[in-house]
């Protein structure tokens, strides 16, 4: 592996995350909080096609990352899709509580906090038991170094991505 490609395709993944569209918390945080919020519909959309367009990069980034044979390319990027399919639903949860809480956090009461935080947790936990579910399913197809690669690599780009939303997610008043 070329560690040089790795460093180049991170901070290229970690520059499309910032110049994308905006936080979700910033964003609906300056919109009204009731009633139909003009241009919904097309930041929605927008937001699907950021996703499906980071998802495209992450792919691009572990391809040229996990010199794969024929063979194993082959065997690994169906499982690949059957992974990242899984995680998408995991990560609509989080994008779910996300606006969910970027709506209410200006007046955002003691229980809805109290969910908040245990919807993240939950979300976290499902990533978990994602990537745990799927290790001994890539495991037969890759070797053990290639396998903790491919895992290195989903994790650090997860990390990437929650740091951006981290920092441009407004923290609670007290």
């Given at each position: ?20 569209p905006r936080a979700l918390a910033q964003d609906a945080a300056s919109q009204p909080l009731t009633g139909e919020v ?134 609670i008043e007290p």
């Amino acid at each position: 592996m070329n560690k040089n490609s790795l460093i180049v395709a991170t901070v290229l993944f970690g520059v499309s995350l910032m110049s994308g569209p905006r936080a979700l918390a910033q964003d609906a945080a300056s919109q009204p909080l009731t009633g139909e919020v003009s241009g919904q519909a097309s930041s929605d959309e927008d937001i699907k096609l950021f996703r499906k367009d980071l998802r495209s990069l992450k792919k691009q980034i572990i391809a040229a990352n996990m010199d794969l044979t024929d063979t194993e390319a082959e065997q690994f990027w169906p499982i690949y899709d059957r992974y990242t399919a899984e995680l998408v639903k995991i990560y609509d949860t989080k994008y779910a509580l996300l606006n969910e809480y970027a709506q209410n956090y200006t007046g955002i009461t003691g229980e809805q906090a109290e969910s908040y935080i245990k919807g993240r947790a939950a979300v976290e936990k499902s990533t978990l038991q994602l990537r745990r579910k799927y290790l001994p399913i890539f495991r037969k197809v890759l070797s053990g170094r290639l396998t903790a690669l491919f895992f290195q690599l989903d994790w650090r780009l997860g990390l990437i991505m929650d740091l951006q939303l981290a920092s441009q997610t407004p923290l609670i008043e007290p």
